[in-house]
């Protein structure tokens, strides 16, 4: 699964640290799902969705092997 998240937090300036926060997880699991290593649960990634003001499909997207 693709993700803009990081693009997402440096648009608003914050760190990892700040969105993990925000949405109630680790650092290391924003940094797990900004590197392609996780795939958050549907929860979580609303959760992240909602905190940029965007809906869910612009920040995540599937890919062909999803």
Not at 29 to 41: D, L
Not at 56 to 66: G, M, P, Q, R
Request: no cysteine; charged share 25%; aromatic share 8%.
């Amino acid at each position: 699964m693709k993700n803009t998240v990081k693009v997402e937090r440096a648009i608003k300036d914050i760190t990892q640290q700040e969105l993990a926060t925000a949405v109630g997880v680790s650092r290391q699991t924003i940094n797990s799902i900004e590197a392609g290593g996780y795939v958050p649960s549907a929860v979580l990634a609303f959760k992240i969705a909602k905190f940029f003001g965007k809906p869910a499909e612009s920040v995540f997207e599937l890919e062909e092997e999803d």
